[in-house]
């Protein structure tokens, strides 16, 4: 017994002398202003695709970091309400990059609270369907939101100009890559009718020349009500539908019951709006893996 007593007390001394020296830092640095001394330049992104974007457009750079607001919560944030925690997040921003179409219903509160905040609007100059905001699910569009974000970087920090056009540069080349890969797996593809469960691909479907038959729910997690799932169902009856894509993002249980009256496969389609932190090529994994869905679904 004696022998261990005093290693014991000793390591509860360093224990105590580390969670002290742990929380007096954490304290220093949540005191501390973030304008005077950081020197780090800090790019928050609204949305998961905007973040991906901005991984791509920051890489190599120096002194440069990518937050994205919501972290990992899935999904893309329809009627969003910003908890003060994420207001805190945006409080660290030297520029807030967003999707823009109106997908960021708490834009306002932004720049109420900040107004001095350098904002990019990843859609600004492309012409919408319908008033959708899910621009980025089209490779080409998500290209120029590519471009969009990276002369807004370049603009904020002009020191860094050449590498963020640069960068821009790389990824683009990536996704037109993507986008022939894209095309060479849907393009022959004999059907082309489409159901899917929220208004997410109207731009992909435009991009890949695919017809989106019916959405089932056009708002995410509202219930289609009884009379609107029949129709749905005797839509897909009618049209001969092979298959119906549900996101990973939502509940699949609607879909479960359609492909239980239907028989028709249901498959998962994803409009890349979350997935994991700090993999730059997220969205490529992703798009790459809808085009090997639609070839098992569509042939
Ligand atoms: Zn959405």
Known sequence: ??????????????????????????TACQAAPATTTKDTRTYVTSLYPMYVAALNLTSGIAGVEVV????????????????????????????????????????????????DLPLINASAGIELLDANPHVWVSVSLMIRQVETIAQGMAELDPANREAYLANAQTYTEKLSALRDDLHAAIDPLPKRDIVTFHEAFPYFAQEFNLNIAAVVEREPDSQPSAAELAQTISLIRDLKIQAIFVEPQYAADTAQTIARETGVPVYTLDPASSGPLGDPDAYLTIMRQNGEVLKQALR
């Open 68 to 115: 994205n607001m919501t972290g990992t919560i899935t999904g893309c944030l329809h009627d969003y309400q910003l908890s003060p925690g994420e207001l805190t997040t945006i409080e660290t921003a030297d520029a807030f990059i967003y999707n823009g179409a109106d997908l960021e219903s708490y834009l306002d509160q932004v720049t109420a609270n900040y107004p």
């Open 1 to 26: 017994m004696r022998p261990n007593l005093k290693p014991r007390a000793l390591r509860l001394t360093i224990t105590l002398l580390v969670t002290t020296m742990l929380v007096l830092s954490l």
